[in-house]
């Protein structure tokens, strides 16, 4: 007998004896942005090498993901036979994905020197997770378009391993030491780089300030957290950081910032497993958020209208309204911003030109005058910089691609700018419409109905509007916060409602775009169209409310309004404009419309928007380059508004 006949069996790990731990798909989770300190010219280097293993790797899998991709579509007599077949003989599974980043890895020395198999397989999931968008359906019947190859300003994050939550001191890749306390008994930063202890080699034993620490690619790489030291971020910082058992999940994510070292910005993202922080005011405010009224929203290019009255149809008064809109300085600063942008593309585009001469051709007007010089016979002239098309075959195709250019370090410079600029401006919209999100829901309520249309085949109209005001944002950040307030913001459908079209006394007539104001030759009302429309969302109700097809006018609830407007004499909260005060006067609270600032319909209405008094919310201060709504809030029969 054979000594390899003698050996006992392999043992194996086998199937594990505990359930494995899953996150609830319901369960709330929250994620702060901390600022890593790279001023360490060591460290930034090793985590500008992480950035670009791990962009190389990213690319891999990506290629591989649409060479696979592509051949299970060209295999139609395998796909028609036996789908699932197809796809575990193309590798379209997840497994497969996380076997070849792994491979990657073994087989690339540099990439091991940077990245851990860990990384390498949460990156796969990932590519997994296009691909299994683009082969299966969601819940509408939709599919994602085909994975793509992303460039290297595309690859700004690495995933990092959530923390074991059944056995204990097991966290990989990306790991979160020291304490909230320590942090701040140091001044809020380091001295020096966090050094691991010497009497127990684990980190789990650090007690410092914060640092994110990334074990398994040779030493240990430590990564000191900066934390801003104003008095309004501390208790988010106790939120988030004073809790090490919610720990669940750190991420390291770039921004191109020009003005820092290297010209990166280097965050990382916790995760905690519960919601975030919500301050005491805001907690109060969405207490105080009337729940006893229904509001609708009727939003347009350049405004949204905000209306609710009383859930009950027996109480008396109670219509109040809002216009959010844009007001003619904010106009002017988002012209200056657009202008500053248009130069900073120009400069952008002279740069490439310069550097990269012989990939554009000459312009009609330089071809032009060598022609002339040439009939004149006169020596031509040296064009350093052809101001033409670009150089390209006859289907219009470059015959250079623009990531081979020649950049200079003064373009890179200018686009970092420009990208800082851009973002700056997306994340001050979203703040504001926070902002005006929250102001709305403690004035009308989280109790709001909106009509369900497509906002994106608004953009091929009237895109320039649309990227001024952004409707969108506000749609969506209204829909948060009702969600926040303990309500909800339901869509109703444009076919079963029509609010465009609805009078309160029943009246239905169609109206063009043009036509601003709404007057019923029935009852006499004349207002303004959008807040009519919100008016009359007010009154919608629903047998499914995840259904808009289901939404419908109740009948009560439109002749409450219509009793509202008539005998109770409310038409004045339906008017052209109520505008507030342009600076805060003693007395009167941000939000409340005096009555003198009314001032009557129009005879004739003028479509033209300059015709739209100017409108401020007072209630915010500090200067603007972009252009933001205001929201302005309309008279209440019995009582001025307070919001």
Known sequence: MTRAATAAPRKTRGKSKQKNWRRETDAPVAVIPLELDLSDPAIRSRVFAMFGAIWHLRRALQRRAVNRVDAYWRSKRLRASDPRAARVAFGLSRRAFEQAAAEHVDRSGWLRRHLTKAVAMHLADEIWAAVD??????ESGNRHGRPRVGS??????????ARSHTKPKTW????????????????????????????????WDYGGPLAVVFTGAGDDLVLPIRLQSRPGSQARFDHFLGRPQLWHKV???????????????VYAHLMILGPGWTSPAVAGQRAAAPSDRLGGVDGNVSSLAVVSMPADPAELGGLRTSLVTITAEQRESAARAAKKARDQQRSLDRSRRNSNPGQYQQSKRERGRADRRAGAGLVPRQVPTPTGARVANRNGVPRQAYRKDQLSPAYRRTRAEHAAAARSRSQAKHARAQQISRAIVAEHGPRLVVEHTNIHAWARLWGRGIALFSPGMLIAALKVECVAAGGRML?????????????????????PLSQRVHACPVCGLRGHRDLVAAA?????????????????????LREALAYRIEIQGQQDALTWSTATANARSPGVSVGTAAAESQRPLPDKPDTTETDHPPM?????????????????????SSHRLKS
């Open 133 to 138: 968008r683009h082969l299966f359906s969601d």
């Open 172 to 203: 990989e890749t990306f790991h979160l030491v020291g304490s909230l306390g320590a942090h701040r008994e140091a001044g809020g930063h380091h001295g020096r780089t966090p050094i691991k202890p010497v009497e127990r080699a684990t980190w």
């Open 251 to 265: 991420d390291l994510v770039r921004v191109e910032d020009p003005k820092a070292p290297g010209g990166w910005r």
């Open 491 to 511: 869509r109703a459908g444009t076919r079963q409602t029509a609010l465009s079209q609805q009078c309160p006394c029943g009246r239905r007539e169609k109206k």
């Open 152 to 161: 290297w300003w595309t690859s700004n994050r690495i995933p990092g391993r």
């Open 536 to 556: 009359m969302g007010a009154c919608v109700t629903f047998g499914d409310p995840d259904q808009p097809s289901t939404a419908y006018i109740d009948q009560f």
């Open 616 to 636: 401020t919310h007072t209630g915010f201060s500090g200067r603007r380059e972009h252009a933001e709504p205001s929201v302005r809030h309309g008279p209440e």
